[in-house]
């Protein structure tokens, strides 16, 4: 029984940071992640952290810009995100899985959720 909720979307000028969040009921998994979306176009891995939360991952496209984090006494996956650009805009989601291969799981391999928060840049 694993649930997340994620918040702190929001509309921001390009340049501008957000910082979203994911309420997590459990950090009993391998692998937690943020993934986005735009349109009808599959979800892209954004950023993971793994590894007993030691470790960290970041897709090219958001490398220098992005950051993963977790607050164990909150429950709580943070992604920090400076530096934002339109292509950006998309709906966000966090995601958990307790299978092996953090770094090579995606979309399929995640088997929690969260309902999605929109961040759009212009």
């Known amino acids: 029984h694993v649930q997340l909720v994620e918040s702190g979307g929001g509309s921001v000028q390009t340049g501008g940071s957000l910082k979203l969040s994911c309420a997590v009921s459990?950090?009993?998994?391998?692998?937690m992640a943020w993934f986005r979306q735009v349109g009808g176009k599959g979800r892209e891995r954004v950023a993971v952290?793994?590894?007993?939360?030691?470790?960290?991952y970041y897709a090219d496209s958001v490398k220098g810009r992005f950051a993963i984090s977790q607050d164990n006494a909150k429950y709580t996956v943070y992604l920090q995100m400076n530096s934002l650009k339109p292509e950006d805009t998309a709906l966000y989601y966090c995601?958990?899985?307790?299978?092996?291969?953090?770094?090579?799981?995606?979309?399929?391999?995640?088997?929690?959720w969260g309902q999605g928060t929109q961040v759009t840049v212009s």
């Open positions: 459990t950090f009993s998994v391998r692998c």
């Open positions: 995601a958990a899985t307790g299978r092996i291969g953090c770094l090579i799981a995606g979309p399929r391999e995640y088997d929690y």
């Open positions: 952290i793994y590894d007993d939360r030691s470790l960290t």
